[in-house]
C-alpha cells in the first residue's frame, strides 16, 4: 500500500459537464501519473507529473487537463465530458530510485 | 506505440507453466509488469533493467532482451492465485519514468 487515495471512487455526471478527479497520495512521491482503462486497450497515460506544478501529456491528453499545486495532490479535469470518457481512471505515484509505479484504487466514472 | 503482449489469454490447470510474451518496437530502457485482479487496481510485479538482467518473484520470473526489445514473464506451478490479468509496461528512457501498457494477457489458473 502505497498511501494512494482517489476520490470519488465512483461518479456518473452528464455530457458536457466539467468532472474532477483527485488523487492522494502520503509518501511524498514525486512523480504522479493519470492513467484511463478501457477494455481492449489497457491502460493508457493521459498526464503525468514529475513535481510540483511540471506535468505533461501522455498518449491520451485531448479533453483533459491536470495541476498539482502540492506534492500529495494531483487534480485530474474532464473540462466538458464526453461518453467516450467513460471509464476507469488510476492514479499512480513513482519512485525515484527504483522505477517503481503504485497504483490507486480507481474512479469509475460514468458519462451519460 | 503499445507494446504487444502474447497470448492475449491463456487457461491453466493448478501447477502448470505459462510464458507470456512483450515485444516492443522501440528501444527500452526498462521494462515493467504488473498483475491486475478483476475490480483491483494493478500490483506491480517487478522491473527490468537494461542489461538483460533476470528477475525473480517467487515462482514468478522475467527475462529482457534489450537487443529485441522483448521481455518474457514466467510463471511456474502456478497456484489459484496467479490468475488475473498481467501487463507489460514499457519505459524508453528518460528521468519521468513514463511506462506504456501493453493490452494485457488474461490468465486463468483451473483447479
Known amino acids: 500500500d502505497a498511501g494512494i487515495t482517489q476520490s470519488p471512487r465512483h461518479k456518473v455526471t452528464e455530457t458536457g459537464t466539467p468532472v474532477t478527479l483527485r488523487c492522494h497520495q502520503t509518501?511524498?512521491?514525486?512523480?504522479m501519473y493519470w492513467y484511463r482503462q478501457d477494455p481492449g486497450h489497457g491502460l493508457r497515460l493521459i498526464h503525468y507529473?514529475?513535481?510540483?506544478?511540471?506535468?505533461d501529456k501522455g498518449e491520451v491528453s485531448d479533453g483533459y487537463s491536470v495541476s498539482r499545486s502540492k506534492t500529495e495532490d494531483f487534480l485530474l479535469t474532464l473540462e466538458s465530458a464526453t461518453s467516450s470518457q467513460t471509464s476507469v481512471y488510476f492514479c499512480?505515484?513513482?519512485?525515484?530510485?527504483?522505477?517503481?509505479?503504485?497504483f490507486g484504487p480507481g474512479t469509475r466514472l460514468t458519462v451519460t | 506505440q503499445q507494446p504487444v503482449q502474447s497470448p492475449q489469454a491463456v487457461i491453466l490447470r493448478e501447477g502448470e507453466d505459462a510464458v507470456i510474451n512483450c515485444s516492443s518496437s522501440?528501444?527500452?530502457?526498462?521494462v515493467h509488469w504488473y498483475r491486475q485482479k478483476h475490480g483491483e487496481a494493478p500490483v506491480f510485479l517487478m522491473i527490468?533493467?537494461?542489461?538483460?538482467e533476470q528477475k525473480g518473484h517467487e515462482k514468478i520470473s522475467a527475462s529482457f532482451n534489450e537487443k529485441k526489445q522483448q521481455s518474457s514473464l514466467y510463471l511456474t506451478a502456478s497456484q489459484l492465485s496467479y490468475s488475473g490479468t498481467y501487463f507489460c509496461?514499457?519505459?524508453?528512457?528518460?528521468?519521468?519514468?513514463?511506462?506504456?501498457f501493453g493490452t494485457g494477457t488474461l490468465l486463468a489458473v483451473q483447479p
Open positions: 499512480a505515484v513513482g519512485t525515484v530510485n527504483t522505477y517503481e509505479q503504485y
Open positions: 509518501e511524498n512521491h514525486r512523480y
Open positions: 507529473s514529475y513535481g510540483v506544478k511540471d506535468t
Open positions: 522501440k528501444a527500452l530502457y526498462s
Open positions: 527490468l533493467l537494461k542489461g538483460g
Open positions: 509496461g514499457t519505459d524508453s528512457g528518460g528521468a519521468t519514468n513514463k511506462l506504456i
